[in-house]
């Protein structure tokens, strides 16, 4: 059981390497999708143009030779655009079911929050049951399924914010930042030689990833655990500075991507510090202050903060 989670590890470490012959930094991003894989949940990333969010995603698909389609939200998005519609036939004289781009392994909805709120919700349905319904009909999405929707968090005009409910459905919401110059250096040596090319090794068959998948959701977790996670969601509840706390989906999904973190380790089970290493990814999106900065960034810095507290004063289990 123990080389099993090995071979988890050993994934983990190869996709890392590989992705970053290609890109650089990034290391939170990278874990956090691999935790959305192995979880099966979806990951929305946030930050300012022309930081490779959407090349990360198409180098992480490649990297695990992963079916990837790309979605460009806008305002004139329709729903059947996303999801497919039915079609007629002439020479059967019937209507077939033409499956949309979200029928991937890796679907990447591009600047998520530009599409309408009707168009946003056609993906509620795909997030939470992995299928689409077409009158009446169910289609099953392929498996492995993962959403990355990015997000730019400092453009507003002429965007529609993510409603509650479906920011709920994101196991992690990550933030990429600017680099250091030394990293910013590194990068324009890559694409010197590289340029826009993706060229990366394959290194898992999906058969392997889906055996991972499997893995994953047979990792322990002893009811201490359990305890700790109800206690963190709870303190998010209890403090005055937090109009809205983190819901029993946020307390399931730290309990998933803590599982995927300790895959990811090569451990058949679930410690303290493998909540603590996810904790902020999962709830950062969960919490609604009191009082909300008109500056995004003060605000996303004043939920990590709250979040770190809690952190501190919530015990964990020895």
Do not use: W
């Amino acid at each position: 059981m123990v080389n099993d989670y090995l071979f988890i590890k050993n994934i983990a470490e190869k996709l890392e390497s590989n992705i970053h012959e290609i890109i650089v930094g990034m290391g939170e991003a990278i874990r956090s999708l691999l935790i959305g894989l192995l979880s099966e949940g979806h990951i929305l990333i946030e930050g300012p143009p022309g930081t490779a969010k959407t090349y990360l995603g198409r180098v992480f698909a490649n990297s695990l030779g992963l079916e990837y389609r790309r979605i460009q939200f806008t305002i004139d998005l329709m729903p059947s655009d996303i999801t497919g519609s039915l079609i007629y036939n002439r020479a059967t004289g019937t209507l077939e079911f033409r499956p949309g781009p979200i029928f991937a392994n890796v679907v990447l909805a591009d600047e998520i929050n530009r599409a309408s709120p009707r168009s946003q919700s056609a993906l509620l349905e795909c997030m939470q049951e992995k299928q689409v319904t077409i009158e009446g009909v169910a289609y099953p999405l392929p498996r492995p399924f993962l959403i990355i929707a990015t997000q730019n968090p400092i453009e507003l005009e002429g965007t529609y914010p993510l409603p509650e409910a479906e920011l709920d459905r994101f196991l992690i919401r990550v933030f990429i930042d600017y680099l250091d110059a030394s990293s910013e250096l590194e990068i324009l040596s890559k694409k010197q030689l590289h340029g826009e090319k993706i060229d990366v090794e394959k290194i898992a068959s999906l058969e392997e990833i889906l055996k991972a998948i499997d893995l994953t959701s047979k990792v322990y977790v002893d009811r201490s655990i359990l305890e700790y996670i109800v206690k963190l969601g709870n303190a998010t509840r209890k403090r005055e500075d937090i109009l809205l706390g983190v819901s029993p989906r946020g307390e399931v999904y730290l309990l998933y991507a803590s599982k995927a973190a300790a895959a990811i380790d090569g451990k058949s089970y679930v410690t303290p510090d493998h909540i603590k290493s996810v904790v902020k990814l999962v709830f950062n999106h969960r919490i609604i202050l009191k009082s909300r900065s008109v500056n995004p960034m003060t605000l996303r810095r004043e939920i990590l903060k709250i979040l770190d507290e809690i952190v501190e004063e919530v015990e964990p289990p020895r």
